[in-house]
């Protein structure tokens, strides 16, 4: 029997197999939808795989490696011997050089006790979900956010509250509707800033604004997710922790993999009151215990080292923004905002809806987003995954001529539509 033969056969079985199990999985993980920015990824992989020229601006990751210093880091780590178990919460070493950064960047003052390293700020949100979260219990999103938010408080059995802004209003909630938002149910307010998927930054005054509704809800936990810290175009990035009223109540979510180009790493922290900060260590110490050894070595070192990599991917990335936005300028249909940070642009095409190109209707940011890959090959995300239909991301983690041909190959497509 012929090699493709053997492996249809054992397609066939497989699938067979799993049409016969599937009811064996959990009511939760049967619920559970694939992340949207993975899965575009993949989709954009599988593609190239079939020969398929594909442009991927679907996934959040920075296109620069690792800076040079980081990587000796790493490999002295592994010559000395970082290769063991480390404390659940995170190598001491590290959580020190967590608390250094956190006050010379942020004005924060923490001790190690009050840091947990986890593998990626993503296991920090999942852990403070799971920390915090009963089934039934509120969690108040600021609409667009980050797809795996949604779905981590789904997986415990939260009710999502989404706030939400549109493009006109810079993609930023008001006080006002936060204030809205809040009811007895309310545990937890989860939001990122610089923000993905809208490059939207919120100042400092705007989080007093916000501050303001929060010191009377002392119950609610704030967790500030600025893993885009170090990509912000403005002038400065605030930190809400770092006013007083509310420092008791906050958890500041950071991590490697954007500012530092380590994604592949896994290396995420949080900071925050000691009581949850225990909460979450025993519950990573079941799931995963700590994070991988010499990568946190090599962390620690990275945190209070040269910061010179990492201001020129900023620059690089500002620049790009402006690309972006003057490409994307001369289509017809589409509104953007001007991101202040990360390396994202959520521009709104509800003037694209109802239009064809003969075949596809567009009704939708996933029928725009399928067209777009179908038509121009560039693999972009749709904006309902964010909790916005309004829109898609694109990621411009790229070089300007990549951003260069898949903008104007979207440009051919979207002229097409009538
Ligand atoms: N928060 C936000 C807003 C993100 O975009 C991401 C995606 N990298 C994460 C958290 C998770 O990052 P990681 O797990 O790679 O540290
Ligand atoms: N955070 C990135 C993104 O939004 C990486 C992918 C992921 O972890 O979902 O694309």
Known sequence: MKTSQKRSIILAAEIIHSMLHQHLLSERIIHLKPSATLKMAQLARDYKAMGRDVISLSLGEPDFDTPEHIKTFAKQALDDGYTKYTPVAGLPELREAICTKLQRDNALNYTPDQILVSNGAKQSISNLCNALLNPGDEIILFAPYWVSYYDIAQLVGARVVSIHATVDQDFKVSPQQLAQAITHKTKMLLFSSPCNPTGSVYSRKELAAFVEVL????????????????????????????????????????????????????LGYMAGPSWLIKACANNQGQCTSGANAFGQK????????????TERMRQAFKKRRDLVIELLSQIDGMQCNEPQGAFYIFPNITAIYGKTDGTELIRNSEDFCKYILEEAHVALVPGSAFGNDDCFRLSYAASDQILQTAIRRIKTAVEKLK
């Open 298 to 309: 090599a962390a620690a070192q990275a945190l209070l080292a040269d910061m010179g990599p």
């Open 215 to 266: 010191k009377e809800h002392p119950n609610i936990i704030i967790v500030s997710d600025e893993i885009y810290e170090y990509i912000n175009f403005s002038k400065q990035h605030a930190s809400i922790a770092s006013f007083d009223e509310v420092y008791p109540q906050t958890v500041t979510v950071n991590g490697f993999s954007k500012g530092f180009a380590m994604t592949g790493w896994r």
